[in-house]
């Protein structure tokens, strides 16, 4: 079966450090994802791990244990911008033409 | 560069009536193609994808239907609307089963059945 969990909402004060966890059980792997989505938009593809280890990119970390089936977004100085849902998606085995199985989404809201 | 096209951005239909929402994507040759659901507070929920022209595959028996005419172009549609049908509707893009080849999404359409 597919599952994949994170918090429903998270809050966070402005130039904070917030960490979204994500934890998955599925029929295969092959890479996990990370969209932001604001409220009423499509999603944007942040970030992507298929190896075990942390990923940098500016602002934003993303970090996996395939072994543990386990990933976190790790978000810095945190702005009022990033107010948003952030989705955690997983992509089934190498064949499967690259469908991405979506958590729930964690809503983050940042204060001042 | 590629693009995504989708539309209506919204749509209010009643019970009973059709649905067709059109998904159009530019500079690029023989995509994947998905259509996603979002219901209200809840995830994404793929509902079909596509490899290729006439190839489509279901993830959930439900009221609708997916076609896919031409290479570029993907089409949900219903014959009759239930108020169930109602949500936020994606379509997506990708090439390649490895590597960084995420989805690009278009803007979406909220349908609202009445």
């Known amino acids: 079966g597919q599952n994949i969990d994170q918090p429903t909402e998270m809050t966070a004060t402005e130039g904070a450090i917030v960490q979204i966890n994500c934890t998955y059980q599925?029929?295969?792997?092959?890479?996990l994802f990370w969209y932001q989505q604001h409220a009423g938009e499509a999603p944007t593809f942040l970030s992507y791990n298929v190896l075990d280890g942390l990923e940098e990119k500016g602002r934003f970390s993303s970090f996996l244990s395939r072994s543990k089936g386990y990933s976190y977004l790790l978000l810095k100085e945190l702005q009022m911008k990033d107010s948003a849902s952030y989705l955690c998606a997983v992509r089934g085995p190498a064949g499967g033409y690259n469908k991405l199985i979506f958590g729930a989404g964690t809503r983050l809201a940042v204060h001042p | 560069s590629q693009t995504i096209h989708q539309w209506p951005a919204t749509l209010v239909q009643p019970v009973g009536s059709p649905l067709s929402l059109e998904c159009t994507v530019e500079?690029?040759?023989?995509?994947?193609l998905y259509w996603y659901r979002q219901a209200a507070g809840r995830g994404l929920q793929l509902l079909f994808y596509?490899?290729?022209?006439?190839?489509i595959s279901s993830e959930v028996p439900q009221n609708l239907s997916a076609s896919r005419p031409q290479d570029r172009q993907f089409i949900l549609s219903s014959k009759k609307l239930l108020l169930s049908d109602s949500g936020f509707y994606l379509c997506?893009?990708?090439?390649?089963?490895?590597?960084?080849?995420?989805?690009?999404f278009g803007s979406g359409t909220r349908l609202t059945v009445v």
């Open positions: 997506a893009w990708s090439v390649g089963s490895t590597g960084n080849y995420g989805y690009t």
């Open positions: 500079g690029t040759s023989n995509p994947n």
């Open positions: 599925t029929s295969g792997f092959n890479g």
């Open positions: 596509s490899v290729g022209i006439g190839q």
